[in-house]
């Protein structure tokens, strides 16, 4: 298979400089730096406004041009440095070299043309870093000291001399005098060494007498130490009479930092400019800052009008942004063959699924790569990749929408390309984030290392294939840096180099980060990982000192275990529309719900168990013959983990009522802390997972439930031990209210009283009692073979096997009563009849029917006999005409018929005494009547 620098049409031998030396202006230098330089769109329109005003007749010849650091100002200040000097390199001009950078260029023809315009003019041109030169004498002298560089003469006292001699025209006998005088060596040979003061004066002596050349050094000596604007102005202004044609244009890097640093201020910058600018568009100043001009102009303190005067020497200001940095990249370091782009267009053709979800880095604002033209420009690197890299180098997003760092971009890529021996990796092998973390961050913290050993170490272990413990920590360092979601899919995405081991990588991830977080190397918030810092680790350590007792692990669980769905849905079985309770328990006894219900257990063993089936077995033995209790057990596999998750919780509470000192230290505990939430809710899926997946027992059967199955095997379990513990259970219940209803209720009313239910027909359409044989008016009259309480009867069929509601009893128990069944005792009163039941307000509360007593009627007369009675009354006896009293009906239970008779006696037996006893008379006359009176008496008891 090919190796991607064979598909690459750049070769990387030489390194890239880091910083753009203003100092450096050798032959081999500028020829590099101008090869490396790559004109984009926006440089070349900075190009030209630059030109544009350079080559204008505007008086004012101050120009700043600004961009942050790694921004490439100083690169491109450089480049137009030497398009004005004109530097012949390696036998071309300059201006030759740089015009193949316009190719492509929008406006290539306008730009070309300004350039072409500086031939006009012959340029003497000074480039220096004013903060890296010897600011001891002021700018004026940084200025004049790097001018007589670019003359060719020496920077201090001897090159003063040096120019003196060149305004005089005497320079050039100086330097044959000083050969001649030292045996054939040159001027520039000697001035190396030490002997250089000796040679001077020896040859100077032949232009001066010896105290006049004392002197005239004492005279340069006392100028340069107080060298200030005015005599940089004379000393210019000399040049310029010399060498009318010329233009003096000074370059003069990092300003900003020299103001910060104290070496130059601002004043004398202003001083500078305006000496300077007294000589009209011959001496050009160009400034080349990190700091925008007006933030300088704002941090330096001066009045409005020092503030003009400073803004007046500046009128022309160019920012450096440098946006288009990816482009410079793909262009320098990553061009690519014809058929080295072909290759990876077909590649990603085939694979564009895969490369896309590869390079869909969740939660951040980044490109995935959706296209093969995409793909192939920035390949061995994706297009998001770029993005976090500046975000990674240079800060937050929104500091990099506009500070992008071309120099620290441009070479920490071209080193990951010839650090990382990329290019003699396979071609489809892609550059991911730890190379990038690795080659873009130089000094790694001293902590930060010691947790890449530790990882190292841990990771070290498990002999994975493809996840290295360093490599993976600076894969989540590089993304939290780069402000990205540390989550296990993206940083398996940024660690994987293949696509096709995606899947591989992402298996071996997710262990080796299980590992760290559990030896702390790592610590998690919500989904996403962290390196855990040293604070974080001393925070951790507190957390582990914390013993936290079984009891309590046990007592968190358990607190947990009772908010479960699993509860709530073994608490209540719904049958016939009706809520049937469960108690649900511990093992151990302690209730979690419903714990008035005595019959029917659902009990819960914990986690903490290592032989599941050896507990099963035993449960199925000690339970096998108890109808009113399922044991549920939970899996053994998630025991181990639900123990030290519950664990960590209880550490967490503990450090969260510590009292820490530092910002620190709380913001790290803030943050442990806001876990909590996410902790607890693993917690309490482990603890759901090992109920919904465990085993139920009953009956000496067991029933493995899956969280698939269980609420159906719990709905099955409950019916069958409803079935085994109430199997005289009715299919519906009747509400108390009812009661007193059904005593009031007209007789044609009672057969709609009840519902639907067979269980409850107590009567017939015409009202007539045909319940004797229900179920439940068996069951009753049973339990009221002798005088029962209502509380009692409460009591027993509330219980197994009949399981009655309180609304059932005691509304069968009034329909028994209505129905002659019943008799009542309430207060020590016997009540007979439904309208004495009503006036004693037995069946009006609970309080009153618990207090009355009931005894079934054992023997009753029939319908039929109670209607021939009726009958005689109403017919044969008059009972109405006699008595005064509606007639008798057939609804009347025994007792009342008894009562009509003992009124239909009473009555008559006044008549016997009121029309013939006590009159002899009639008393003979009427002796049968006499007779009956004694009969009736009978009656009346």
Same mark, same amino acid.
């Given at each position: 298979?090919?190796?991607?620098?064979?598909?690459?049409?750049?070769?990387?031998?030489?390194?890239?400089?880091? @910083?753009?030396?203003?100092?450096?202006?050798?032959?081999?230098?500028?020829?590099?730096?101008?090869?490396?330089?790559?004109?984009?769109?926006?440089?070349?329109?900075?190009?030209?406004?630059?030109?544009?005003?350079?080559?204008?007749?505007?008086?004012?010849?101050? #120009?700043?041009?600004?961009?942050?650091?790694?921004?490439?100002?100083?690169?491109?200040?450089?480049?137009?440095?030497?398009?004005?000097?004109?530097?012949?390199?390696?036998?071309? /001009?300059?201006?030759?070299?740089?015009?193949?950078?316009?190719?492509?260029?929008?406006?290539?023809?306008?730009?070309?043309?300004?350039?072409?315009?500086?031939?006009?003019?012959?340029?003497?041109?000074?480039?220096?870093?004013?903060?890296?030169?010897?600011?001891?004498?002021?700018?004026?002298?940084?200025?004049?000291?790097?001018?007589?560089?670019?003359?060719?003469?020496?920077?201090?006292?001897?090159?003063?001399?040096?120019?003196?001699?060149?305004?005089?025209?005497?320079?050039?006998?100086?330097?044959?005098?000083?050969?001649?005088?030292?045996?054939?060596?040159?001027?520039?040979?000697?001035?190396?060494?030490?002997?250089?003061?000796?040679?001077?004066?020896?040859?100077?002596?032949?232009?001066?007498?010896?105290?006049?050349?004392?002197?005239?050094?004492?005279?340069?000596?006392? !100028?340069?130490?107080?060298?200030?604007?005015?005599?940089?102005?004379?000393?210019?202004?000399?040049?310029?009479?010399?060498?009318?044609?010329?233009?003096?244009?000074?370059?003069?890097?990092?300003?900003?930092?020299?103001?910060?640093?104290?070496?130059?201020?601002?004043?004398?910058?202003?001083?500078?400019?305006?000496?300077?600018?007294?000589?009209?568009?011959?001496?050009?100043?160009?400034?080349?800052?990190?700091?925008?001009?007006?933030?300088?102009?704002?941090?330096?303190?001066?009045?409005?009008?020092?503030?003009?005067?400073?803004?007046?020497?500046?009128?022309?200001?160019? /920012?450096?942004?440098?946006?288009?940095?990816?482009?410079?990249?793909?262009?320098?370091?990553?061009?690519?063959?014809?058929?080295?782009?072909?290759?990876?267009?077909?590649?990603?053709?085939?694979?564009?699924?895969?490369?896309?979800?590869?390079?869909?880095?969740?939660?951040?604002?980044?490109?995935?790569?959706?296209?093969?033209?995409?793909?192939?420009?920035?390949?061995?690197?994706?297009?998001?990749?770029?993005?976090?890299?500046?975000?990674?180098?240079?800060?937050?997003?929104?500091?990099?929408?506009?500070?992008?760092?071309?120099?620290?971009?441009?070479?920490?890529?071209?080193? @990951?390309?010839?650090?990382?021996?990329?290019?003699?990796?396979?071609?489809?092998?892609?550059?991911?984030?730890?190379?990038?973390? *690795?080659?873009?961050?130089?000094?790694?913290?001293?902590?930060?290392?010691?947790?890449?050993?530790?990882?190292?170490?841990?990771?070290?272990?498990?002999?994975?294939?493809? @996840?290295?413990?360093?490599?993976?920590?600076?894969?989540?360092?590089?993304?939290?840096?780069?402000?990205?979601?540390?989550?296990?899919?993206?940083?398996?995405?940024?660690?994987?180099? !293949?696509?096709?081991?995606?899947?591989?990588?992402?298996?071996?991830?997710?262990?080796?980060?299980?590992?760290?977080?559990?030896?702390?190397?790592?610590?998690?918030?919500?989904?996403?990982?962290?390196?855990?810092?040293?604070?974080?680790?001393?925070?951790?350590?507190?957390?582990?000192?914390?013993?936290?007792?079984?009891?309590?692990?046990?007592?968190?669980?358990?607190?947990?275990?009772?908010?479960?769905?699993?509860?709530?849905?073994?608490?209540?079985?719904?049958?016939?529309?009706?809520?049937?309770?469960?108690?649900?328990?511990?093992?151990?006894?302690?209730?979690? @719900?419903?714990?008035?219900?005595?019959?029917?257990?659902?009990?819960?063993?914990?986690?903490?168990?290592?032989?599941?089936?050896?507990?099963?077995?035993?449960?199925?033995?000690?339970?096998?013959?108890?109808?009113?209790?399922?044991?549920?057990? /939970?899996?053994?596999?998630?025991?181990?983990?639900?123990?030290? !998750?519950?664990?960590?919780?209880?550490?967490?509470?503990?450090?969260?009522?510590?009292?820490?000192?530092?910002?620190?230290?709380?913001?790290?505990?803030?943050?442990?802390?806001?876990?909590?939430?996410?902790?607890?809710?693993?917690?309490?899926?482990?603890?759901?997972?090992?109920?919904?997946?465990?085993?139920?027992?009953?009956?000496?059967?067991?029933?493995?439930?899956?969280?698939?199955?269980?609420?159906?095997?719990?709905?099955?379990?409950?019916?069958?031990?409803?079935?085994?513990?109430?199997?005289?259970?009715?299919?519906?219940?009747?509400?108390?209210?009812?009661?007193?209803?059904?005593?009031?209720?007209?007789?044609?009313?009672?057969?709609?009283?009840?519902?639907?239910?067979?269980?409850? *027909?107590?009567?017939?359409?015409?009202?007539?009692?045909?319940?004797?044989?229900?179920?439940?008016?068996?069951?009753?009259?049973?339990?009221?073979?002798?005088?029962?309480?209502?509380?009692?009867?409460?009591?027993?069929?509330?219980?197994?096997?009949?399981?009655?509601?309180?609304?059932?009893?005691?509304?069968?128990?009034?329909?028994?009563? !209505?129905?002659?069944?019943?008799?009542?005792?309430?207060?020590?009163?016997?009540?007979?009849?439904?309208?004495?039941?009503?006036?004693?307000?037995?069946?009006?509360?609970?309080?009153?029917?618990?207090?009355?007593?009931?005894?079934?009627?054992?023997?009753?007369?029939?319908?039929?006999?109670?209607?021939?009675?009726?009958?005689?009354?109403?017919?044969?006896?008059?009972?109405?005409?006699?008595?005064?009293?509606?007639?008798?009906?057939?609804?009347?239970?025994?007792?009342?018929?008894?009562?009509?008779?003992?009124?239909?006696?009473?009555?008559?037996?006044?008549? #016997?005494?009121?029309?013939?006893?006590?009159?002899?008379?009639?008393?003979?006359?009427?002796?049968?009547?006499?007779?009956?009176?004694? #009969?009736?008496?009978?009656?009346?008891?």
């Amino acid at each position: 298979m090919s190796k991607i620098k064979d598909i690459l049409s750049i070769e990387l031998e030489n390194d890239i400089k880091n @910083v753009i030396d203003l100092n450096s202006q050798n032959e081999e230098d500028i020829k590099d730096e101008l090869d490396g330089f790559i004109l984009t769109e926006s440089l070349a329109k900075h190009l030209s406004d630059f030109l544009d005003v350079f080559c204008s007749n505007m008086k004012e010849s101050g #120009v700043w041009l600004s961009g942050f650091y790694g921004s490439g100002k100083s690169y491109f200040a450089k480049m137009i440095g030497f398009l004005i000097a004109n530097p012949v390199i390696k036998g071309t /001009p300059m201006r030759d070299r740089f015009m193949p950078k316009l190719i492509g260029i929008k406006n290539k023809e306008i730009i070309e043309n300004q350039i072409r315009s500086l031939d006009k003019t012959d340029y003497q041109v000074t480039l220096f870093d004013c903060a890296k030169v010897d600011s001891s004498h002021g700018i004026s002298y940084m200025a004049m000291s790097h001018f007589l560089l670019s003359l060719g003469f020496l920077s201090n006292w001897i090159g003063m001399m040096e120019f003196n001699l060149m305004l005089e025209n005497k320079y050039d006998k100086f330097l044959a005098t000083v050969k001649e005088q030292n045996a054939g060596k040159d001027w520039y040979d000697i001035r190396k060494k030490m002997s250089a003061v000796p040679a001077l004066k020896k040859a100077i002596l032949t232009f001066m007498a010896e105290d006049e050349y004392e002197e005239t050094r004492k005279l340069i000596d006392e !100028r340069i130490k107080t060298y200030d604007a005015t005599k940089l102005k004379e000393d210019l202004s000399l040049y310029l009479e010399h060498f009318p044609e010329k233009k003096i244009v000074f370059f003069i890097d990092e300003m900003s930092e020299a103001l910060s640093q104290k070496k130059i201020n601002l004043l004398d910058l202003e001083g500078l400019s305006e000496a300077l600018s007294s000589l009209g568009n011959k001496v050009w100043t160009v400034g080349i800052a990190q700091q925008a001009f007006n933030d300088v102009l704002n941090a330096s303190g001066l009045n409005i009008h020092q503030l003009n005067k400073v803004e007046a020497r500046f009128k022309t200001r160019i /920012p450096i942004a440098a946006e288009e940095i990816d482009t410079i990249i793909r262009k320098r370091l990553l061009a690519k063959t014809d058929s080295g782009k072909e290759q990876l267009e077909s590649y990603y053709d085939k694979n564009n699924g895969m490369i896309q979800d590869i390079t869909h880095i969740a939660g951040v604002s980044l490109n995935a790569t959706k296209d093969e033209h995409t793909y192939a420009d920035y390949y061995p690197f994706y297009e998001h990749q770029f993005k976090l890299l500046q975000y990674f180098l240079f800060g937050s997003r929104d500091t990099v929408t506009s500070q992008i760092g071309t120099r620290g971009m441009l070479v920490s890529v071209f080193d @990951v390309l010839k650090k990382e021996a990329m290019t003699e990796a396979d071609v489809f092998t892609h550059v991911n984030a730890t190379q990038l973390c *690795r080659q873009a961050e130089e000094n790694i913290p001293e902590a930060l290392r010691m947790r890449y050993e530790q990882a190292d170490n841990h990771i070290g272990k498990e002999g994975m294939k493809y @996840v290295e413990g360093r490599a993976l920590l600076q894969t989540i360092h590089f993304l939290e840096k780069a402000n990205a979601y540390t989550t296990i899919e993206n940083i398996t995405k940024s660690y994987v180099r !293949r696509p096709e081991d995606y899947y591989s990588v992402l298996a071996e991830v997710k262990k080796a980060l299980e590992i760290l977080v559990e030896r702390n190397v790592l610590i998690t918030s919500g989904n996403q990982y962290r390196i855990t810092s040293q604070i974080e680790q001393q925070i951790i350590d507190d957390m582990n000192s914390f013993s936290a007792e079984v009891y309590r692990v046990r007592a968190e669980i358990t607190k947990i275990l009772k908010q479960q769905k699993i509860i709530k849905i073994w608490q209540t079985l719904t049958s016939d529309g009706q809520a049937i309770p469960f108690c649900v328990e511990s093992s151990l006894g302690e209730n979690f @719900v419903n714990a008035g219900e005595k019959y029917m257990k659902v009990s819960f063993y914990d986690v903490f168990h290592e032989d599941h089936a050896q507990l099963v077995a035993s449960v199925k033995q000690d339970t096998q013959s108890q109808k009113g209790i399922i044991s549920i057990i /939970p899996s053994s596999v998630y025991g181990t983990e639900i123990f030290n !998750r519950a664990q960590e919780l209880l550490k967490i509470d503990y450090i969260e009522t510590k009292t820490y000192h530092t910002a620190d230290e709380k913001k790290v505990v803030n943050n442990i802390v806001s876990t909590k939430e996410e902790k607890m809710k693993f917690l309490t899926e482990l603890i759901n997972k090992s109920y919904t997946e465990g085993t139920a027992v009953y009956l000496f059967n067991t029933y493995q439930l899956t969280d698939a199955n269980y609420q159906k095997e719990i709905e099955s379990l409950q019916r069958k031990m409803f079935g085994n513990i109430f199997y005289k259970r009715l299919g519906a219940s009747l509400s108390d209210s009812l009661a007193v209803k059904v005593l009031t209720a007209n007789s044609t009313q009672l057969t709609t009283m009840f519902g639907g239910s067979e269980e409850f *027909r107590f009567f017939d359409s015409a009202g007539k009692f045909i319940g004797e044989n229900l179920s439940v008016a068996t069951e009753i009259l049973e339990k009221c073979k002798s005088y029962c309480t209502g509380d009692k009867l409460e009591e027993e069929l509330s219980a197994p096997p009949t399981g009655y509601k309180f609304g059932t009893i005691i509304t069968s128990v009034a329909a028994l009563f !209505r129905g002659n069944k019943l008799i009542a005792k309430f207060n020590g009163e016997d009540f007979h009849s439904v309208s004495d039941a009503l006036e004693a307000k037995i069946f009006d509360n609970t309080r009153n029917f618990a207090k009355a007593s009931f005894k079934a009627v054992m023997k009753s007369l029939s319908y039929n006999d109670r209607q021939e009675i009726v009958d005689i009354l109403k017919e044969d006896c008059q009972y109405k005409k006699i008595t005064g009293d509606n007639a008798p009906s057939y609804n009347l239970n025994d007792f009342e018929l008894v009562d009509c008779i003992r009124t239909l006696s009473k009555r008559m037996m006044d008549k #016997v005494k009121d029309k013939i006893m006590g009159d002899d008379e009639m008393e003979l006359l009427f002796k049968r009547s006499v007779q009956a009176r004694n #009969v009736f008496s009978q009656y009346t008891a």
